[in-house]
T-cell receptor, first 113, second 115 residues
Framework: DAKTTQPTSMDCAEGRAANLPCNHS???????VYWYRQIHSQGPQYIIH???NNETNEMASLIITEDRKSSTLILPHATLRDTAVYYC??????????????FGKGTLLTVNP | GAGVSQTPSNKVTEKGKYVELRCDPI?????LYWYRQSLGQGPEFLIY????????DSGLPNDRFFAVRPEGSVSTLKIQRTERGDSAVYLC?????????????FGPGTRLTVL
């Protein structure tokens, strides 16, 4: 799987949008971008994934650049409960080891009151 | 519905002892995974089951680690002759299938401490 690069930490004010960047410059055409988050002392939680197009669900939006070399996870109205480590992961669409999630160290997002 | 459950939530053992960690996946999920998370690191893949068989155990660190899933549901991770370096949070996840863009649902983990 392609390597991802994320900032170690970020801060965000409660109620504001949190924009978490991820670089995946070596991503292949058959790899998805996935985002998970891990709240302290819990297991990772799936947020969203995308291949080429921007995606939105009830939790977040995912913006993928046209060249697919980077992406941004957007939490539109961050709350204190969004404080967590956010992991950006690239994963092959099918075949090979596509079942395997390769986590980096992620970004610790701290939402401040 | 019920999510992935893991027992025990905490396990403290002495160096050299044997431990078993249990995972109950979401009903109907054929794929099951074990990951290990050391302090300050992201989870690392250990093993993947598709049904009853281990399809990929390449992440198991050595032959002291073994996992089973005899009936294609509950899985047990077994660690023999535990060492202090085995201390970590052991996470279990399940998904509808291993191949395809299916999200993995994680349990809360078992925190293993080897004294």
């Amino acid at each position: 799987d392609a390597k991802t690069t994320q900032p170690t930490s970020m801060d965000c004010a409660e109620g504001r949008a949190a924009n978490l960047p991820c670089n995946h410059s070596t991503i292949s055409g058959n790899e998805y971008v996935y985002w998970y988050r891990q709240i302290h002392s819990q297991g990772p939680q799936y947020i969203i994934h995308g291949l080429k197009n921007n995606e939105t669900n009830e939790m977040a939006s995912l913006i993928i650049t046209e060249d697919r070399k980077s992406s941004t996870l957007i939490l539109p109205h961050a709350t204190l409960r969004d404080t967590a480590v956010y992991y950006c992961i690239v994963r092959v669409v099918s075949g090979g080891s596509n079942y395997k999630l390769t986590f980096g160290k992620g970004t610790l997002l701290t939402v401040n009151p | 519905g019920a999510g992935v459950s893991q027992t025990p939530s905490n396990k403290v053992t002495e160096k050299g002892k044997y431990v078993e960690l249990r995972c109950d996946p979401i009903s109907g999920h054929t794929a099951l995974y074990w990951y290990r998370q050391s302090l300050g690191q992201g989870p690392e893949f250990l093993i993947y089951f598709q049904g009853t068989g281990a399809a990929d155990d390449s992440g198991l660190p050595n032959d002291r680690f073994f996992a089973v899933r005899p009936e294609g549901s509950v899985s047990t991770l077994k660690i023999q002759r535990t060492e202090r370096g085995d201390s970590a949070v052991y996470l279990c996840a399940s998904s509808l299938a291993g191949t395809g863009p299916y999200e993995q649902f994680f349990g809360p983990g078992t925190r293993l401490t080897v004294l």
